[in-house]
């Protein structure tokens, strides 16, 4: 791998000595998903929800990730709980506003959330960001339906600019294209392959892997970048030995062991 | 494929085409699995339980599916929501009452939920739908313990009918022959491998197969056929390549992303 | 397979013949693969939290397996009844420990239950075995940080004795060599391979065998050396066929069901 690889393998080899302690709070579908994942790349996952011990758990990670997937309210209690503790504690948070805009629930989860704690990181598809920075005000959600896919992208990078500026975070949208958006600084990933979108949970695992490297790299923009860098070359080699889905996930992991620092 | 299958790839077809949403409340053994296999089929899984949001969820969907693998009183609010939601907006309901029989709060949940919205289609295995109609006062769940196999399996057929008839959902029973029972009638799928046993969840896969089905053709009976042979040719496929049912779970999420139509 | 192996294989071929039913009380991150592993060694997997049934689901069953990875008050209920349940049915218990000594709710939790029933079997690593020790005032778990892995290794041994014969309970300490405890009496399981490292819910996997062997096996020493001895061996073979831990999922399932006996 060339030259512009050099500041990812840097951070990979990072994770992989310091096993830095990833701590998640997401959803059920993706979990086994996402520590596998983590494991893969070099750190260490702990998935713990409670209220009873999140301000506990988070104080001895690296990075707290947060997707609100499969919401409920005692759920949110303990997400909340450890968004606090985490920045009191300087630990960087990653968050995946999971289907935002598909239900009022959902949006207000994730105003309430993001209004409590600054992540560092805030991951979603193009829609999720559009959705997250209409409630705060930004971006102009309800105007983008129907109009064509580059307008719309365009759109979506213009409200994860103003949302990244709002709350002080780096702004990833996940796509054929990925855009970590910090300010009006925009960086881009062109790795990548259609078949992660024919598997669940590979923007949660993106997001997770963010967490990862959120842990030893102490840039968010550069944490970000290197983790959908990371994601897209894996999945560009797994998709070569892969027949489907099913086979695409193994390798994907596979993948994630093996990358060379 | 000959003719047969002609109407099982044209729903295929419709599937990948449309893409239906299918909103999936079901139990955390098999989420990940279930939403592997609507994904590789074509359609787009969401995974949402909160009475907070199953309302507004379930409207987007093109079916929902509820499946009491793992019960809690929660999850169990959430369901009847959901499916009194689903009812009144003409989403199709798929339900599949696992492990029913085993414990006498599974069967007052399945009671209840079953009293409060009609599915289209009802699945589980012989044991499970025997226990579901004595539940209605239907079939002889009791005096069926102990008889062999083929007995077991006629009064499984003959409590789906009735239960079917009850109810005016399509109930179909899982195993090594699936049998489609919609009032009298009756239709077999024979296409399976024994395999599928061996791996968890491929029985929820299929309940959560038919609400893609369900989704895109208006008649349950034919959906939840086409579900059945869909399932049963791709595990015919994946058992060629397999080595066990490690290797079997990859080839099945394979074979339904490459199935031809 | 040589002689050693004999009773191994014996309790193997009496799992397949009578496929126990496991109940399981786990956390959300392995459900899936452990259910999956039960499967492939030839038990009945059965997944159910809910106060409201896990003693009736517990009468049911050949063995108990309660693991903590993922808490909450509700959960910690339900696995207290079912203990209690099994306990008076005399149905074995295997409890796992998961991150114990990480947060005081999860000391707290452990303290709980285990004063709460006994099991038949502790399995976890060498640091949660000692966090659990240190919660009954056993073994000296503050003292033994930053020491070497060998010393560390003797402490974790010594507070698995005192444990063991303190709850009398048999006690598992998994690591590259796995010790089975049984009071004063110590076995030694050596197979294995560090990719087990890799992939999330191995230990927990351990744990759900356990109660797979527990189930045919009075003899809970004998069940737990049979038990890892199985993963470690199983462990091995899917190492030589993998090409990193995705793979090696597949693999160690196949490895499982294809184990000779």
Not at 43 to 71: F, I, K, Q, W, Y
Not at 151 to 171: G, K, P, Y
């Amino acid at each position: 791998m060339e030259q512009p690889y050099e500041s990812l393998r840097c951070d990979v080899a990072a994770i992989r000595e310091r096993s830095p302690l990833v701590h998640n709070i997401t959803n059920f579908v993706v979990m086994n998903n996402t520590a596998n994942a983590l494991l893969a790349v070099g750190a260490s996952p702990v998935m713990a929800h409670a209220e009873e011990e999140v301000e506990d758990m988070v104080r001895l990670a690296g990075a707290l990730v947060v997707n609100v997937g499969t919401l409920s309210p005692e759920w949110v209690r303990g997400m909340e709980r450890a968004m606090h503790a985490a920045q009191e504690a300087g630990v960087p948070i990653v968050y995946d506003p999971v289907g935002a805009g598909a239900t009022p629930y959902r949006n207000a989860v994730n105003d309430r959330l993001l209004r409590g704690a600054r992540p560092a990181i805030i991951r979603g598809n193009g829609s999720e960001i559009l959705a997250v920075a209409a409630g705060f005000g930004l971006g102009a959600a309800a105007q983008t339906k129907g109009v064509d896919s580059t307008a719309r992208s365009d759109a979506a990078v213009a409200a994860a600019s103003a949302l990244s500026e709002h709350l002080q975070s780096v702004v990833v949208i996940s796509g054929p294209t990925d855009y970590i958006v910090n300010g009006s600084e925009i960086r881009e990933n062109g790795h990548g392959t259609p078949m992660m979108a024919r598997v669940t949970g590979m923007g949660c695992t993106a997001t997770a892997v963010c967490g990862a490297f959120a842990a030893v790299n102490g840039d968010p923009a550069a944490a970000a970048l290197h983790a959908m860098t990371l994601m897209g070359l894996c999945g560009e080699q797994a998709a070569m030995r892969a027949e489907g889905p099913g086979s695409f996930q193994a390798a994907f992991l596979d993948a994630l062991y093996r990358f060379e620092v």
